[in-house]
C-alpha cells in the first residue's frame, strides 16, 4: 500500500520509495551455527547431566499420570520461561529415548 498523497484516509500522507533495509543482526542472534552445535554436544557428552536435568530425567523414568506436566513445572522454574522450559524437557526426553535405545541394543 503506497501513499496516495492525500492527507486523509488509509493510504495518506506523501508518496515515497520504501527504503531496502539490510537485515539486522539482532535477527541472528538466536540462530545456532554448526560449530556452537558441536561444541554443545560435545561438552554435554563429557560432563554430563546437570543435577537438575538429573531430577527431570528421573521424573521420566518414574513416569506416573502427569510426569510430562510435572517436568515442565520443574523445569519452568529453574529456567524461567516456558519456551525454554519446553525445550528442555523435549532435550530430556530425547537423551531418555537414546539411553533407553542403547540399553535394548545391548
Given at each position: 500500500?503506497?501513499?496516495?498523497?492525500?492527507?486523509?484516509?488509509?493510504?495518506?500522507?506523501?508518496?515515497?520509495?520504501?527504503?531496502?533495509?539490510?537485515?539486522?543482526?539482532s535477527?541472528?542472534?538466536?540462530?545456532?551455527?554448526?560449530?556452537?552445535?558441536?561444541?554443545?554436544?560435545?561438552?554435554?557428552?563429557?560432563?554430563?547431566?546437570?543435577?537438575?536435568?538429573?531430577?527431570?530425567?528421573?521424573?521420566?523414568?518414574?513416569?506416573?499420570?502427569?510426569?510430562?506436566?510435572?517436568?515442565?513445572?520443574?523445569?519452568?522454574?529453574?529456567l524461567?520461561t516456558?519456551?525454554?522450559?519446553?525445550?528442555?524437557?523435549?532435550?530430556?526426553?530425547?537423551?531418555?529415548?537414546?539411553?533407553?535405545?542403547?540399553?535394548?541394543?545391548?
Amino acid at each position: 500500500m503506497s501513499s496516495s498523497g492525500i492527507a486523509v484516509g488509509l493510504n495518506r500522507g506523501f508518496p515515497v520509495t520504501k527504503r531496502v533495509m539490510g537485515a539486522r543482526p539482532s535477527n541472528n542472534k538466536a540462530r545456532l551455527s554448526k560449530r556452537t552445535k558441536m561444541v554443545r554436544d560435545l561438552v554435554s557428552e563429557v560432563v554430563g547431566m546437570s543435577p537438575y536435568e538429573r531430577r527431570l530425567l528421573d521424573m521420566l523414568k518414574t513416569g506416573g499420570v502427569g510426569a510430562e506436566k510435572r517436568m515442565y513445572k520443574f523445569a519452568k522454574r529453574r529456567l524461567g520461561t516456558h519456551r525454554r522450559a519446553l525445550k528442555k524437557r523435549d532435550q530430556v526426553k530425547e537423551a531418555y529415548g537414546k539411553i533407553r535405545a542403547r540399553a535394548a541394543a545391548h
